[in-house]
């Protein structure tokens, strides 16, 4: 069999159930344990699976959503870097609420196979989890946005009033000095409920989503608690959150030739940097 022709047989395997062992793609792809390893290894760089001790989760493309999927690929490079630095900021074991954006949507990917304890309003995002044994899954009920999958509305603000969590992921479509801003009214006041229900709240959100804003009006910056951007920041922004007394998480982005990103740092209202080495669960 071609190696292209066994990785998509391996990928079919890992995406009927979710997850497949290590011994039952073997048996199946009839191969030694060293070829499904490699072939692990490749799929995983390209984010179709996700290694995890003994065998592999699927951690594929989303469901069939057009509006979803083109924000997604805007800006890719930036996003899946700052899902890396983000990814370090969690500990196993936390409760974590991960919003509908796209850039959140590349951070659960990462957090696929991880002991964790999942809240989420992201119908592409709970798809990524739903058959991950390591995971405690609970989905935000309410009405669905239907170009993007996410959950918002009156029924999911009265859930969240209900929950508490340790993290609370949020993206945005725009950030100025007022503050920060998504799509639409529904939306925002979903994300204001998320905040109320967390102890940390963590913003994901590239570089050119700063100098600009949308429709409404999320909260202003020092409402909360850390920014993941990349590297492409402008210093006003850096100085911005330093007044506002927000720590800023700066993510190198990803690099073309090595396929790795560099160290991320972070910056505080104390002007402080420090490495962050993301964590490796495999």
């Keep these: 069999m071609a190696a292209d022709d066994r990785r998509t047989s391996?990928?079919?395997?890992?995406?009927?159930?979710?997850?497949?062992?290590?011994?039952?793609?073997?048996?199946q792809l009839e191969v030694s344990e060293s070829t499904v390893r490699r072939d692990l290894g490749a799929l995983e760089e390209m984010g179709v699976v996700r290694r995890t001790h003994g065998g592999a989760f699927y951690s594929g493309p989303s469901p069939n959503l057009p509006h979803f999927k083109q924000r997604q690929e805007a800006e890719w490079d930036k996003k899946k870097?700052?899902?890396?630095?983000?990814?370090?900021?969690?500990?196993?074991?936390d409760t974590v609420l991960l919003d509908s954006g796209s850039t959140t949507y590349e951070l659960?990917?990462?957090?696929?196979?991880?002991?964790?304890?999942?809240?989420?309003n992201s119908l592409?995002?709970?798809?990524?989890f739903n058959t991950d044994a390591?995971?405690?899954?609970?989905?935000?009920?309410?009405?669905?946005?239907?170009?993007?999958?996410?959950?918002?509305?009156?029924?999911?603000?009265?859930?969240?009033?209900?929950?508490?969590?340790?993290?609370?992921?949020?993206?945005?479509?725009?950030?100025?000095?007022r503050g920060i801003f998504n799509t639409n009214?529904?939306?925002?006041?979903?994300?204001?409920?998320?905040?109320?229900?967390?102890?940390?709240?963590?913003l994901v959100a590239d570089s050119t989503k700063f100098g600009h804003q949308s429709l409404a009006h999320v909260c202003t910056l020092d409402k909360i608690q850390k920014i993941v951007v990349d590297s492409q920041i402008d210093d006003r922004w850096k100085e911005k959150a330093a007044l506002d007394?927000?720590?800023?998480?700066?993510?190198?982005?990803?690099?073309?030739?090595?396929g790795s990103p560099n160290s991320a740092t972070q910056g505080s209202g104390t002007r402080r940097n420090m490495r962050i080495d993301p964590p490796q669960h495999q």
Excluded: K, W
């Design 10 to 27: 391996l990928v079919e395997l890992v995406q009927q159930h979710g997850f497949a062992s290590l011994p039952e793609l073997v048996n």
């Design 81 to 93: 870097a700052i899902a890396l630095a983000a990814n370090g900021l969690i500990d196993d074991g």
């Design 108 to 120: 659960a990917r990462l957090l696929v196979g991880r002991p964790l304890q999942i809240v989420t």
């Design 124 to 128: 592409p995002v709970a798809n990524l």
């Design 134 to 177: 390591n995971t405690d899954l609970i989905l935000i009920g309410g009405y669905v946005h239907a170009r993007t999958g996410a959950v918002q509305g009156p029924y999911a603000n009265e859930m969240l009033c209900n929950l508490h969590v340790r993290r609370a992921i949020l993206s945005a479509a725009g950030i100025n000095d």
């Design 185 to 202: 009214r529904m939306l925002v006041e979903t994300q204001r409920g998320m905040m109320a229900a967390a102890e940390e709240v963590i």
């Design 245 to 258: 007394g927000v720590d800023m998480v700066i993510a190198n982005i990803v690099s073309q030739e090595t």
